[in-house]
């Protein structure tokens, strides 16, 4: 099927091989830029995570305090 051309206005034929040789360029770039966006996405996920443990222990640490402190004194 390499055989399938088709005539462009300047009368340059176009294949199906420079299709796909266009094509496999293109997903290079794309697969180049996809890696670079992962490891971005990775390094803003593990931000996230330790903003929101941080945030957690914040407020965990503020709710485990007490208002007020009551004492009871007995007398024997």
């Known amino acids: 099927m390499g ?15 420079d299709i796909e040789a266009k094509l496999r360029e293109i997903r290079g770039d794309v697969e180049t830029v996809g890696e670079s966006a992962k490891q971005y996405a990775i390094i803003a996920g593990a931000v996230v995570v330790v903003a929101v443990v941080a945030l957690a222990f914040t407020f965990g640490k503020r709710k485990g305090k007490k208002k007020r402190t009551i004492v009871e004194v007995r007398r024997v």
């Open 3 to 17: 055989s399938v051309t088709q005539q462009v206005g300047n009368g340059k034929t176009v294949t199906r091989d």
